[in-house]
């Protein structure tokens, strides 16, 4: 398997194990409230910084091409 993948799955199960120690520790009723939008939350954040590193690997791969192009125009 790949040290990737394998360091992702720690990571998933690392944090579903928090969430889930989370709920058994606060109080029924508000607990679930608080930690149901804690974790919304984390995952917009989480969502938008990905979506940022993608917007910057795009506009980089842009930019290499434009680049790219323009030396090759040269010649």
Same mark, same amino acid.
């Given at each position: 398997?790949?040290?990737?993948?394998?360091?992702?799955? !720690?990571? &998933?199960?690392?944090? /579903? &194990?928090? #969430? !889930?120690?989370? =709920?058994?520790?606060?109080? $029924?009723?508000?607990? =679930?409230?608080?930690?149901? &939008?804690?974790?919304? /939350?984390?995952?917009?954040?989480?969502? #938008?910084?990905?979506?940022?590193? *993608? $917007? %910057? %690997? +795009?506009?980089?791969? +842009? =930019?290499? *091409? +434009?680049? +790219? %192009?323009?030396?090759? &125009?040269?010649?």
């Amino acid at each position: 398997m790949n040290r990737k993948c394998t360091i992702g799955a !720690l990571v &998933g199960g690392s944090t /579903a &194990g928090g #969430w !889930l120690i989370m =709920d058994l520790i606060l109080p $029924e009723p508000i607990g =679930d409230y608080l930690l149901f &939008g804690i974790m919304a /939350a984390v995952n917009a954040a989480v969502g #938008w910084q990905v979506v940022r590193m *993608l $917007e %910057k %690997k +795009e506009n980089g791969n +842009e =930019d290499s *091409l +434009e680049g +790219e %192009k323009l030396g090759a &125009g040269s010649n």
